[in-house]
């Protein structure tokens, strides 16, 4: 996503017209009887719509701020409780109101750095206790000061990379909470920015992201015994073999993901018209499924999560359309749309 030098200069996107069921909500336009899945509506995010927002889980719950609307950036900062199905406003980010920016959370600590106000790209890294309620700077991270980075966790590290800082990166820095310091590991295979990244066993998936306007066709996982990166196949048909026969549209940017039952989840993003494919991802076969679409309307920046084997999607954008709204993935169900209406 290109950094946006005035909140309310987003450049809209044309998509075709969906066929509405409540506000913030389109039905399906598969055509395939065959595809599994159902998206429910959940309770909506508590505060403004925004897109480019930061999120990250500890336990059964989930932090979420700052990021940017039709008019303003943001560094507030909310929790999602999802036995409660409730939220409820924490301290305040103490950054600079910003968009684009990493969320990772190690025990029992989130840590929120890096992003851009839309004058600037930073650096700087805070980490929040959500027991005492309480932010504190950390060691700012090493590279250079950029956003639409994408970050993970793997055992007690944090890592964070790739992003756009004037040209699109491939680096990857490691942070250990315990000692406050970073150490840079392999880079990925090639430049992207707005890239999505989920974990399976202790290994991190990153999928796709910006290439200088084209969305590539990768996918890498991360394995932090070996310290290395590989390569799976590639998500278009590219290959002499069946298995990727149906794959289209599974590469974009600006996406979100997920995980339930051992499973990567891909949801929403754009590739220059906006995507509304959801696909699954079988890491044991290095395979994509295609399931229902995603029902809401179609949106990238938007956030994804998982509370307790529970796949989440929330807030985004559409042009200059943002959203607080979020939805429920049940990716074993047959579709509902009785759910959505």
């Known amino acids: 996503m290109m950094k946006q030098i005035a909140v309310y200069a987003a450049a809209l996107l044309i998509v075709s017209t969906p066929v509405l069921l409540v ?13 599994i899945g159902n998206w429910s509506i959940s309770k909506d ?41 409730y939220w409820t406003r924490m301290k305040e980010f103490p950054g600079v109101a910003r968009n684009s920016a990493i969320a990772f959370a190690v025990g029992n600590k989130g840590y929120v750095g890096t992003g851009t106000d839309g004058y600037d790209e930073f650096n700087d890294m805070y980490a929040f206790d959500p027991v005492a309620n309480t932010w504190a700077p950390v060691k700012p991270f090493p590279g250079s ?21 004037g040209s699109d990166l491939q680096d990857m820095y490691a942070y250990s909470p315990g ?35 084209t969305a590539l066709n990768d996918l ?10 590989t390569e799976k196949r590639k998500i278009t048909n590219v ?22 039952n051992n499973k990567g989840y891909l949801a929403t993003g754009t590739t220059g018209g906006y995507a509304s494919t959801v696909w699954e991802y079988d890491a044991t076969a290095d395979q994509w499924t295609r399931k229902t679409d995603f029902e809401g309307k ?28 979020m939805f429920e993935f049940h990716p074993a169900d047959e579709q509902n749309d009785d759910d959505n209406q």
């Not at 506000?23 to 595809?35: A, I, M, R, V, Y």
């Open 220 to 229: 890498l996982v991360y394995d932090p015994g070996t310290k290395d990166w």
């Open 179 to 213: 000692t406050d310091t970073w150490e840079q590991v392999k880079s990925m295979n090639r430049r992207r920015s707005a890239a999505t990244a989920f974990v399976i066993d202790n290994k991190a998936y990153v999928c796709s992201g910006n290439n200088n306007g």
């Open 45 to 85: 995010f508590e505060s403004d719509a925004r897109s480019e927002a930061i999120l990250f889980t500890i336990g059964d719950k989930a932090y979420i701020g700052t990021g940017v609307s039709a008019t303003k950036r943001y560094n507030d900062l909310w929790e999602y409780d999802l036995d409660r199905d």
């Open 23 to 35: 506000p913030g909500c389109t039905k399906s336009t598969n055509n395939d009887d065959d595809l």
């Open 298 to 325: 179609v949106r990238e920046g938007a956030l994804g999560m998982t509370l307790k084997n529970r796949g989440f999607v929330l807030t985004g954008r559409n042009g200059s359309e943002y959203y607080y709204n």
């Open 239 to 260: 290959s002499d073999e069946t298995y990727d026969d149906d794959y289209s549209g599974i590469a974009r940017y600006n996406a979100v993901s997920f995980v339930m």
């Open 145 to 165: 000061a950029r956003y639409n980075a994408v970050a993970f966790t793997l055992g007690d590290k944090g890592y964070v990379g790739s992003g756009y800082d």
